[in-house]
């Protein structure tokens, strides 16, 4: 896939699926099962991105959802100086 560079995708079951694009390495293997905490890649630029960086998407029943809507402040890391820019 040309536009999302490297790509993983991740069925949660119960009709969420996550998908996480321009990764520069991948560390898991289609069909296996991946624990929470466990790493599936490495952030990157690959595909058609301008810089490194995550596009985390998260769909639910087939229409996507903001994923930060999933995560507890305390795991939700603010962006680092300079971010935005």
């Known amino acids: 896939m040309y536009f999302e ?4 995708l991740l069925d949660h079951g119960h009709w ?17 099962i991946v ?14 991105a301008t810089g490194p960086h995550l596009h985390w998407s998260l769909k639910w029943t087939g229409r996507l959802v903001d994923p930060q809507l999933l995560v ?8 680092g100086p300079g971010a935005g820019r």
């Open 16 to 32: 969420v699926e996550s998908a996480f694009l321009h990764l520069s390495r991948l560390d898991v293997t289609p069909g296996q």
């Open 5 to 8: 560079g490297g790509l993983v």
């Open 35 to 48: 624990k929470k905490g466990e790493p599936i890649g490495a952030v990157g630029a690959t595909g058609r």
């Open 72 to 79: 507890k402040p305390e795991e939700n890391p603010q962006p």
